[in-house]
């Protein structure tokens, strides 16, 4: 009697662990958020909120037109010492220079110093998402913005 | 004496097997049909598996926008928190997903804006989402009904760009 040879080897067969992990691959696909959300906070008046004190702490005001030219003026502390607003024209495309401006107001800030605050004022048909630019320019330079409704372009 | 199977056999070679020109196995039921490895696919479909759910995992709050309403980007943004969504697109407005009237919108947010506080003491915010090549007039709804409501907080959703 010849002994039964017995196999020592076994097949392990992967086509189910290849089609498990492809339904797997393919649904984490589908629900996978590929853009990261964030949020840029706004502050805004409620009520009436009256200042502790009589004096006002500097700030800056910042308007936007529908031309794509940003005036930077100063409030408040800063009338009194006569500081000129800085305007920034468009670029040939009609948008925002937003270099040019985060450069101007970086030295803007360099120089007259304290600014806090400030007031983003957009005209009516300035798009959304040069406002946020805006804002977005002004957080980097850790000030708290707040936000205006938008103006028409003669309230401007 | 038992004569080995085809796969025990040292002469056996899946791509050899497949010769159809100098065959390097004399067994006349050789497999036409090489066989596959596929042990190395395993491994890169179990890494991206495992990479997928890492990441599906680590994201913040989620918070659903419409196709068609692009969002801008932003560097200096924080992470999201969800509390009360305020979505506008195309001049229609949607408070938590449903769809309000204009003239509703400071109602609407009094009114959660009272639940939030019975909540806890911490105010609330208004997250608020919107196309960026839209007009800004079309938040001022937005900011006026806030504003009425006692939101003092706005949360401009953003697209996070690194630097």
Aim: charged fraction near 20%; hydrophobic fraction near 40%; glycine fraction near 6%.
């Amino acid at each position: 009697m010849s002994a039964k040879h017995k196999e020592l080897d076994f097949e392990i067969n992967l086509m189910p662990v290849l089609s498990i992990m492809s339904i797997c691959i393919c649904y984490l696909l589908s629900i996978a958020v590929w853009n990261r959300m964030g949020m840029i906070t706004v502050q805004q008046a409620i009520g009436d909120v009256l200042p502790v004190s009589g004096v006002n702490a500097d700030s800056l005001l910042v308007k936007l037109h529908k031309s794509g030219s940003v005036i930077i003026e100063f409030r408040d502390g800063y009338n009194k010492r006569d500081v000129a607003p800085v305007k920034i024209a468009a670029d040939s495309s009609g948008k925002v220079k937003f270099d040019l401006f985060k450069d101007s107001l970086g030295k803007l800030l360099n120089s007259t110093g304290t600014a806090k605050t400030v007031l983003v004022m957009p005209e009516n048909t300035v798009p959304y998402g040069q406002t946020i630019r805006v804002m977005d320019i002004l957080k980097s330079y850790q000030l708290n913005v707040g936000l205006a409704p938008s103006v028409s372009e003669e309230a401007l | 004496m038992m004569k080995p199977t085809f796969l025990q056999s040292e002469k056996y070679s899946p791509l050899a097997s497949c010769q159809s020109l100098n065959p390097q196995v004399n067994n006349k039921a050789a497999k036409k049909a090489g066989g596959l490895i596929i042990t190395s696919l395993v491994d890169a479909f179990s890494i991206l598996v495992i990479y997928l759910l890492f990441g599906s995992s680590l994201n913040g709050e989620e918070i659903s926008s419409n196709i068609g309403v692009k969002i801008p980007k932003a560097f200096f943004s924080q992470l999201i928190e969800q509390d009360v969504t305020l979505k506008v697109q195309n001049n229609r407005y949607f408070l938590n997903e449903k769809p309000v009237q204009k003239n509703q919108i400071a109602e609407q947010l009094r009114v959660l804006y009272k639940n939030r506080a019975v909540k806890d003491d911490k105010g609330g915010f208004l997250v608020v989402i919107a196309d960026q090549d839209r007009p800004a007039e079309e938040i001022n709804p937005i900011l006026i009904a806030a504003s009425e409501a006692g939101y003092s907080q706005l949360k401009m959703a953003v697209e996070h760009e690194g630097e």
